[in-house]
């Protein structure tokens, strides 16, 4: 049973940082590009970053230079380092993993808020 289990959301204040995970069970974990996507109220669900199996990275504008993704694949696990966070960030985060020809998998979601 495949399962992508998110944490590290919460509340947070403008210009302060959130670091999520997202540990994943049940794939080969290090196979997978794994990524990002947020959705805030109203909104379409938005990509936000990426990394691929040679940890190659991609950044969705609105995030780029304050975020980071990162992969433990001894720990079967992802990372987004949230930095300088603004409110437009808040969103439920959910965790995304993808390989060719084999179906792709979504966390949960996990809540964000960055408020003052």
């Known amino acids: 049973q495949v399962q992508l289990v998110e944490s590290g959301g919460g509340l947070v204040q403008p210009g302060g940082s959130l670091r999520l995970s997202c540990a994943a069970s049940?794939?080969?974990?290090?196979?997978?590009?794994m990524a990002w996507y947020r959705q805030a109220p109203g909104k379409r669900r938005e990509f936000v970053t990426s990394?691929?199996?040679?940890?190659?990275?991609n950044y969705a504008d609105s995030v780029k230079g304050r975020f980071t993704i990162s992969r433990d694949n001894a720990k079967s696990t992802v990372y987004l380092q949230m930095n300088s966070l603004k409110p437009e960030d808040t969103a439920v985060y959910y965790c995304?993993?993808?390989?060719?020809?084999?179906?792709?998998?979504w966390g949960q979601g996990t809540q964000v808020t960055v408020s003052s």
């Open positions: 995304y993993a993808a390989v060719s020809s084999m179906p792709a998998y």
């Open positions: 049940g794939i080969a974990f290090s196979t997978y590009i």
């Open positions: 990394i691929t199996r040679a940890d190659n990275t």
